[in-house]
């Protein structure tokens, strides 16, 4: 009896090992139609197929692992082994990962609740709100940072942004259109309640890899995200999330 529980305990230790060794770490958040979980419990969207492609064709079967934003880009910044997907590239973050992508686009908004009679013309009207709610760590809350705005009531999800935007507590929120409508739906508050007031601008989304990763690696899903570019493979997953979508162009980041 001992001897199995011995042995047990090996495998155990084993298996511990084997997890604790893995080259690196994929993680990504839940928004949107990029990244959720199905009524099934299965991880999908948009992104996570592009990302899962990429994975098929470099032979890479590490799982994706779902955890809150601000800790997973903490993770991506402090760690040499790390790679996070969807991020947004920035100026200020450019030379702080390496980058393959765009895996996606997206408009970035501000929101106001209909009625308010709150008004946004221009990124001056908007520094003068009493409170814009904004995504902890998200690259839409660090540009209003690094335009001097000091009206940021930051959140730790969208959801809570939705619930104090229609309660009052804030004065607008800035968000993307797809996840903003999945947030509404998740707080269980009618997206028809807000107004796009603003157009900020158009964005980008990359995988990141920590700034010393492997650069092989990041070579290698360089020229897999590359071939599904080329081969009609990115076309044909992009447009079945967003049928009526402006498809990105494939960059290399330097």
Do not use: H
Not at 77 to 94: G, P, Y
Not at 176 to 185: G, Y
Not at 193 to 217: H, M, P
């Amino acid at each position: 009896m001992k001897k199995y529980v011995v042995m047990g305990l090996l495998i155990v230790v084993m298996v511990v090992l084997v997890f604790s060794n893995a080259p690196y770490e994929v993680y990504t958040e839940l928004i949107g139609r990029s990244q959720y979980y199905d009524e099934a419990g299965t991880l999908t969207g948009s992104s996570v197929e592009l990302v899962q492609e990429i994975q098929r064709r470099v032979g890479d079967d590490t799982e994706i692992q779902v955890l809150p934003w601000s800790r997973a880009y903490n993770l991506l910044l402090t760690n040499d082994n790390v790679i996070l997907f969807s991020t947004t590239l920035t100026a200020e973050r450019k030379d702080l990962f390496q980058w393959v992508g765009p895996i996606f686009s997206q408009p970035w908004v501000f929101y106001v609740k209909k009625g308010s009679g709150v008004v946004i013309n221009s990124m001056a009207d908007a520094e003068k709100l009493g409170r814009i709610g904004t995504y902890l760590n998200d690259a839409r809350e660090q540009y209003l940072l690094s335009l001097g705005f000091n009206n940021i009531d930051s959140a730790v999800n969208e959801v809570n942004n939705i619930k104090k935007l229609n309660t009052g507590r804030i004065d607008a929120m800035i968000a993307s259109p797809d996840n903003f409508i999945a947030s509404c739906r998740e707080a269980g508050i009618n997206e028809g309640n807000f107004e796009e007031a603003y157009l900020v601008s158009e964005q980008e989304l990359y995988v990141t890899f920590s700034k010393n990763f492997d650069a092989t690696i990041v070579e290698k899903w360089q020229s897999a995200l590359k071939d599904m570019y080329e081969d009609g493979t990115f076309e044909e997953i992009y447009l079945k999330w967003y049928p009526d979508a402006r498809l990105p162009t494939y960059k290399v980041v330097k």
